[in-house]
């Protein structure tokens, strides 16, 4: 299937104000979820026989401070995190990336982690990923089994991927 007709079906299955979003034009053409139902689209994506996205190559924390050139000139931007998941039919031979956009905080109180459905139950490898995207970016994962820090030490304080994170300038004695 093409990414438009990987598009065409979520609308179908969907509606629009599940799926929110799409460009084809991209290097890596990709679909915007409603940030509650990833969990659902997810196992429609990889269970229906015509998807069959049975295999999560990667799946990514970004932080959208502020826009790049290319951003500021194609629409309004407001700072935000996304959750990118890249999928792959190994049946069909077809590829699609799926996106979730979430505010940097949850209701604007900073230090007030954002959450996602964790999608742990549909791609297993997404256990991995999700505590990782949790650890750098700060992305709570509602439904994770394990949502414990993967790179950082445990007392670690902040995600050090967001664009505004202090590095501290000492960790247990050490200067950094």
């Not at 964790?118 to 991995?128: E, H, K, L, P, T």
């Amino acid at each position: 299937m093409t990414p438009q007709e990987i598009h065409q079906s979520l609308i179908d299955r969907f509606g629009e104000e599940v799926i929110l979003g799409f460009e084809s034009s991209a290097k890596d053409p990709w679909i915007e979820v409603a940030a509650q139902h990833i969990a659902e689209v997810g196992q429609f994506v990889k269970s229906d026989p015509s998807l069959k996205l049975d295999m999560l190559c990667d799946l990514s924390g970004v932080d959208y401070l502020e826009p790049n050139e290319k951003q500021a000139k194609k629409f309004p931007f407001d700072p935000h995190l996304e959750v990118v998941y890249h999928l792959l039919s190994i049946e069909h031979n077809h590829k699609i990336t799926l996106k979730v956009k979430l505010p940097r905080w949850k209701d604007d109180q900073a230090g007030q982690l954002p959450s996602v459905p964790s999608v742990s139950g549909v791609w297993a490898i997404a256990d991995w990923h999700e505590r990782e995207a949790y650890d750098l970016v700060g992305i709570f994962f509602e439904g994770h089994p394990n949502l414990v820090r993967i790179l950082c030490p445990d007392d670690w304080e902040g995600h050090p991927l967001r664009k505004d994170y202090e590095f501290p300038l000492e960790y247990h004695g050490i200067r950094g």
